[in-house]
């Protein structure tokens, strides 16, 4: 048994019993769907994202970002911090293209370096980066295993990982509430997205697993450990933080 399906197998010992995860396309790779994306306000998030990052004093220098889509973070935390360089990752061409839209717009481009890659197997050295980030990345893997071990082995000595996503809801009408709740407003499209993607999360027992398997925590300590923090952070996503 692989130690992914080692994961799920403890995950699923969880007591509560959400739905099914339904996989959806690792890479959001038209056009249509990075426009759609890029045009949703993820401003909110976004800002609580970096705000909750930066309280945790992360070592400055090289960051990388994993999955950035058309790269609203990088963006936003090159314009808060002078003193990062951000290597910004996807394994999307038309994310890519928006994001260096974005970037170019926001004179940034001396600062954040985008590239294409897969979050599961990257062409970096172990320990480059002092930080490294992900936002709504690991609901689009199949093999979410995979790019936490690649975090951690890119991750510095005393570097920081954070990582935040959606959680997967228990019912069916929990999905519908969040639906009315943070996307009411959305085209019927972005809507569609936003409900795939919940169907795709990953539970906090799921996570907890996965964190075991990668060598985040050991399964005697769980997420007691002082170098990991793995918590639900909003009525919508789980959040976690781990210091090598």
Known sequence: MTAEADALQYAGSDQISHLPRVLEPEVMDTPEEADAYDAMDHSTVNQAFIQDLLALQPPRGAWLDLGTGPAHQPIMLACWLDDVQITAVDASDSMLVAARRNVQVAGLAGRITLA???AKALNFPDGQFSVVFANSLLHHLAEPLLALQEAKRVLAPGGLLFIRDLARPIA???????????????????????SDSLHAALTLAEVK??????????????????????????????TLAYRS
């Open 209 to 238: 697993a996965l964190a075991i398997a990668a060598g985040l925590i050991s399964p005697e300590a769980e997420a007691n450990a002082a170098s990991l923090s793995l918590k639900l952070s909003s009525d919508r996503h789980w």
């Open 172 to 194: 069916e009408a929990d999905l519908e509430r969040l639906l009315e709740t943070y996307a009411s407003n959305d085209t019927p499209r972005q809507r569609q997205l936003f």
């Open 116 to 118: 294409k890659a897969d």
